[in-house]
């Protein structure tokens, strides 16, 4: 029981730091990518980079979500990343899996984390 308990601690943990460390990593994306938008004058808002950014900070959101409620947040962030793994399915052009790979998996692995971490800590209680 109290093995089970560390394991879902050590879990929750680890979707809390690549949570994270991905949320950090897409945001600086995101600001970095406006900043020079912003420097060059040229506001140029595509559908596809407004859908990109909407979905990435609903999946952002979600991970805060789950810091507090991990079921709740993760089922936001895998729901998020389903969408966003479809978005960027048909929106790449010759290669389609690198996109999915690099930015709609690790938010899906983030969300299945922390949702298999209340469920194994709601079943040692």
Do not use: C
């Not at 680890?14 to 060059?40: C, D, H, K, N």
């Not at 859908?51 to 962030?77: D, E, H, Q, R, S």
């Not at 990343?81 to 690790?106: C, D, E, M, R, T």
């Amino acid at each position: 029981m109290a093995n089970i308990k560390l394991q879902s601690n050590l879990l929750m943990w680890f979707a809390r730091i690549i949570g994270l460390l991905v949320s950090v990593i897409w945001l600086y994306i995101l600001i970095s990518g406006a900043a020079v938008e912003t420097m060059q004058s040229q506001m140029d808002f595509t559908l596809e980079g407004v859908l990109m950014t909407i979905l990435v900070v609903a999946a952002i959101i979600g991970i805060a979500i789950a810091w507090k409620y991990p079921f709740n947040g993760g089922k936001i962030v895998v729901v998020t990343s389903v969408f966003l793994i479809i978005f960027n399915y048909f929106s790449a052009g010759q290669n389609k899996y690198i996109p999915i790979a690099l930015q709609g998996l690790p938010f899906f692995l983030v969300g299945i984390f922390f949702i298999q971490s209340h469920l194994a800590k709601q079943n040692s209680s």
